[in-house]
Each structure stands twice: as C-alpha cells, then as structure tokens.
C-alpha cells in the first residue's frame, strides 16, 4: 500500500505523484510501515478498515457515538444493511473515563473481531496499551481513531498509536485546516493489502488529484514549527475552555464538561442534566457566532483548532471561554446577547480568518 501503485486508480501521472508525496509525508509524520490516504474526509478511511477487517455477521467493539464516538460508530450505523453486530462500550459514570475493566468484561463475553480504540470527539486519548492487551487476550484486532489527537501526533506532542494498533485510521479535516481528508496506516502488510483492496473498490469515483494536491501541501506545512505553536495553542486553549466550563455558574446549571477536563483540542459537553438541553445551547451559541458541534442527543462538541488557526492566544482563549460560559449559565436578554456578540466581534476582528497560507518550502 504504497503511493499510486500500478494499475490501481486512473491517475494521471502528476495527480501518482501527489498521491506518492502525501502518502510519504503520512508515515513520516505518523509513522507506520504501510500509509493509504483518501481525499474529502476521513469517513472513507473509517469505512475501508472496517471492511478489510470484518466479515458479516462480526461483532465489533466501539466506543458509544452519545459519548464522543463519532467517525467509527457513525460509520458502522450508516454502513448498508448494518451487517455487523456492534457493541458500543460507554464512560464510568464517577469521572467520564473508559472504564477498561468493562471492556475487558465485554470482550471476553462477546468476542469482538475488532476493538475499536478512541472517538472522534472524545476529549481523551485512549490506554492503547490496555486496550492491545485485551485484544490480544480475546484474539481481537485493535484499530485506533486518533482523529481527535492526530494534530498533536504530527506535532510531536503525541506519540504515534500505529505500533500499538494493527490499524489506524484518522480524519484530518480540522488538524490540517480543511485538507487533510482521511488516513489508514498499519505496521502489517497482510493487513495492508486488505485494506488496499478494499480502498480500490471503494474509492469514489472521479479523479481526486486537487485533493491529494491539497493534501500532500497540508501534510507539509504540520511538519514546520508553526504547526506545533499552532497544535499547543489549541491544546491550552481547550483546558482553558474546559476549565471555566467547571466553574459554578456554569456547574450549577448541571451542564458537565465529560472526563473534567481534556487531552485533546476539543471539550465535550454533556447537557442532559442541564436546564438546558443541546439544542437550545447550540442555538444560542450559534446566535453569538459559535459553532459547536453536536455529540449525540444531549452533548455539545467545542473544538479549538479552528480558533488556534486564526491565531488566538491563552488572553483570546480565556474571553471566549468566558463568553460561552456566560451564554450557558445565564438566560441571556437582549443587552447581554449583544454584550457577549460584541465581545464575540471584538475577537474575530483582532484575529482574522487566514484567507492566504504561504507556500511551503520545497512545494
């Protein structure tokens, strides 16, 4: 599963080369022996592993999408006839955290064919030792979503999960700024080969070669300096955002901020004991100019890569983690939703949408 491979797609032989280029800076990034990217998202990637590794009627592990997992789960729902038996593993209800004795629990009951490591929107990095451990135990693949810490991989801040993992997938849209589509790697070349095979019947159809483009570019520019100021920024902007998320008025409300804190560019809010629930929470942070994401039927997903690349700083991070947290502890009237809109603007304005990336060197 190196780059174009021989007969395997209609590329020309510039759109082989993009694909040879991203496919190498993939590896050097993440490591792995064996590296496979797919333009768009990383939705393709999820859904060539989850085939190449299971047969119908297989039960797979994974973590529940109501708790941050996102991109797998969703993918294994959505596949046609849902031809797998999926057992979703959920948090400890004392502190959000997996609860790996359960696991380990459920997998001896169950005998999963795959076990499903991480969330794309769960704020924590998952015990992958423990994880390969009971996947050995039971005789279970292990594969990774490191979606949600993949920016922090490439920045070095992470170690990379591949020589824990037989597979690792990943969606790269928010660490590589919109371009970075999915990613498959894995240390086995059985493994490999089942996933490129299934990758060729899959792939969708067109040619991709402005998208492997973009994301041969994208892959360059995480491996500069930049990228790593840009990925911890982001990393210190979600404590920030998690811990004022913590505070009383804030708690009071019963809005929880899952695990109590993050390791991740993201926090992850559950609202089900809230006064408020998740669609009136997203409506009135939409009101002020933020996204959230949703996170099953009663959480919110709060992402801070986005912001890290329009150059917000600790100060920046610490206003509008006030500012959210206002929105939700309080029924807010009109004089203080223009209060908060206007901080809002004041933030956006000081801090531009980056409309022009420089060429990286060697591009």
């Avoid at 902007?237 to 804030?250: C, F, H, M, N, S």
Wanted: glycine content about 10%; some cysteine.
């Amino acid at each position: 599963m190196t780059a174009a491979g021989e007969g395997r797609f209609s590329l020309s032989p510039q759109q082989a080369e993009f694909e040879r280029i991203a496919v190498e800076r993939t590896k050097a990034l993440f490591g792995g022996k064996f590296a496979q990217v797919l333009p768009k998202s990383g939705v393709p990637a999820h859904e060539v592993a989850l085939i190449a590794l299971l047969a119908p009627g297989d039960t797979v592990f994974s973590l529940d999408h109501a708790v941050g997992g996102h991109g797998v789960h969703s993918t294994l729902v959505a596949l046609p006839g849902r031809p797998y038996d999926v057992v979703p593993y959920s948090l400890r209800a004392s502190d959000g955290q997996v609860d790996m004795a359960e696991v380990a629990r459920l997998a001896r009951a169950h005998l999963p064919t795959v076990i499903v490591a991480g969330g794309a929107a769960h704020p924590r990095i998952p015990d992958l030792a423990r994880f390969r451990q009971i996947a050995d135990e039971v005789g279970a693949l292990l594969m990774a979503d490191m979606t949600c810490w993949a920016g922090l991989v490439a920045a070095g801040l992470q170690p990379s999960p591949v020589s824990g993992a037989h597979v690792v997938t990943a969606d790269l849209y928010e660490a590589l700024d919109g371009a970075g589509g999915g990613v498959l790697l894995t240390d086995d070349r059985h493994l490999a080969t089942r996933l490129a095979s299934i990758s060729v019947a899959r792939r969708m159809s067109g040619l991709p070669g402005q998208f492997l483009a973009a994301q041969a570019a994208a892959l360059r520019r995480a491996m500069s300096s930049a990228f790593r100021d840009r990925q911890e920024r982001a990393l210190r902007g979600a404590r920030i955002l998690a811990g004022r998320l913590l505070a009383d008025d804030v708690a009071e409300t019963g809005a929880r901020v899952v695990t109590g804190s993050t390791e991740t560019p993201l926090v992850l809010i559950d609202l089900l004991p809230s006064v408020l629930d998740a669609g009136r929470a997203g409506e009135r942070l939409r009101s002020l100019g933020i996204r959230p994401n949703r996170a099953g039927e009663h959480g919110l997903c709060l992402g801070t890569t986005a912001l890290a690349v329009r150059g917000f700083d600790d100060a920046a991070f610490r206003e509008v983690a006030d500012v959210i947290a206002r929105a939700l502890a309080h029924e807010p009237h009109a004089t203080a939703t223009f209060e908060l809109s206007a901080r809002i603007s004041t933030l956006t304005a000081r801090h531009p949408i980056q409309t022009a990336v420089a060429r990286p060197e060697g591009e």
